[in-house]
């Protein structure tokens, strides 16, 4: 997860980093980073010296690289659009929908189910939400029938409803 604490010591969670992608990038190259990476599970982290020589030299690698700030950046706006303007409910299937997304893109998930190391104060962080109203959420959506997450399992019990109720949002993110 890539976060920050504020100054009285609130935690923002800018977003969850999958395997293979990018931390991102610092607006200054060689100044030192504005956020912080915490690991959820054992990972490898590596750190590419010379990118901007890399970028001059291999204009593929650097088309590929803005395609992903692009893509990060695109997921940032709508995660605040869904933090400013819909209800938890909401929020939450767009995240869970938008975390299993991206997952099963990378062939990551059996079935509906994806690995889920994150816990509740994680996705309160993340979504603006108090760690008791995404606790009521999700037994919500468990008696629902709509997910259920159990050993650092989510499985989607009704695709198609939560689709419906992350609504448009989740919809154009789905054509990318």
């Known amino acids: ?64 690289l803005a395609s992903a700030e692009a893509s990060d950046m695109m997921l940032t ?21 938008e975390l299993y997304r991206r997952l099963s893109h990378r062939g990551l998930n059996k079935g509906y189910s994806i690995h889920f190391p994150l816990k509740q104060e994680d996705i309160a962080d993340t979504l603006g939400l108090s760690t008791i109203h995404v606790n009521r959420t999700l037994h919500a959506f468990r008696d629902e029938g709509l997910l259920e997450i159990h050993k650092h399992e989510l499985t989607i019990l009704n695709y198609d409803a939560l689709c419906t109720l992350a609504g448009s949002d989740f919809e154009m993110l789905a054509l990318n």
């Open 1 to 64: 997860m890539l976060t920050r604490l504020s100054k009285d010591g609130n935690r923002q969670v800018f977003r969850s980093v999958l395997p293979g992608e990018l931390l991102g990038f610092q607006q200054h190259l060689q100044g030192p980073a504005i956020y912080s990476a915490i690991a959820l599970v054992d990972s490898v982290v590596c750190r590419v010296p010379n990118i901007v020589r890399l970028c001059s030299t291999q204009s593929e690698l650097a088309l590929s």
């Open 77 to 97: 706006e709508m995660y605040l659009t869904n933090i400013t303007h819909r209800s938890a409910r909401e929020r939450i299937a767009f995240m869970v929908l």
